[in-house]
């Protein structure tokens, strides 16, 4: 039961332009969702979060939004450039159910084209 | 920022042999480490959460005599595969739980176990 999903497997932008990420999740008591950034053989580097409390959140060239009613997220990258190709997780926690563990979803693939 | 280092960061083992990795959080204390276990393309699922001075957590389908998890110190965790087989042949990745930063979760830069 893959409880967090990024349906889209890649995903090409030209450099310059906006690369948009997608997120879905199911589980209701999910409350906090984070961004990873991932290159091969290595351990995820954290990008960004927000908590459900907010539907936006900003940093540098990331944004996060959130919408609740739609189990939805989507992280923004603007202007992207080349050293952003790597993998993306998204990732969800229950953190005031007391819950840390993460979930992640299964990963897009971000290609910058110079 | 915190920093969780990882070793080894390959290993390659014969079936039958066990291969320890370790996880120290270096400049913070953790007293809650996760451990994850990466497939070729796919996502990292959770397989045990590890709590200093008491057992691990493991999550189910985890066979926890096989992937043994010692939480000794606030700043070392160790994830021991035992007898292991080709199909234990992954990426495994372990976490820190970072009290001190907003966003909490520190990962290790991942161990890349073969087995033949």
């Known amino acids: 039961d893959q409880q967090v999903k990024q349906n889209s497997p890649s995903l090409s932008v030209q450099e310059g332009r906006i690369s948009i990420l997608n997120c879905d999740y199911t589980?209701?008591?999910?409350?906090?969702f984070l961004w990873y950034k991932k290159y091969p053989a290595e351990g995820p580097t954290f990008l960004i979060s927000?908590?459900?409390?907010?539907d936006k959140n900003e940093d540098g060239r990331f944004t996060v939004f959130l919408n609740k009613s739609a189990k939805h997220l989507s992280l923004h990258i603007v202007p992207s450039q080349p050293g952003d190709s790597a993998v993306y997780f998204c990732a969800a926690s229950a953190r005031d159910f007391g819950n840390e563990k993460l979930t992640f979803g299964t990963g897009t693939r971000l290609t910058i084209i110079p | 920022g915190a920093v969780v280092s990882q070793h080894p960061s390959r290993v390659i083992c014969k079936s039958g042999t066990s291969v320890k990795i370790e996880c120290r959080s270096l400049?913070?204390?953790?007293?809650?480490m996760f451990w994850y276990r990466q497939f070729p393309k796919q996502s990292l699922m959770l397989m045990a959460t590890?709590?200093?001075?008491?057992?691990?957590?493991?999550e189910q389908g985890v066979e926890k005599d096989k992937f043994l998890i010692n939480h000794a110190s606030l700043t070392l965790s160790t994830l021991t595969v035992t007898s292991a087989h080709p199909e234990d042949s992954s990426f495994y990745i372990c976490s820190a739980r970072d009290p001190g930063t907003v966003y909490g979760y520190t990962f290790g830069s991942g161990t890349r176990l073969t087995v033949v």
């Open positions: 927000i908590s459900s409390i907010k």
């Open positions: 590890s709590n200093e001075g008491s057992k691990a957590t493991y």
């Open positions: 589980n209701s008591m999910f409350d906090y």
């Open positions: 400049d913070f204390q953790a007293t809650t």
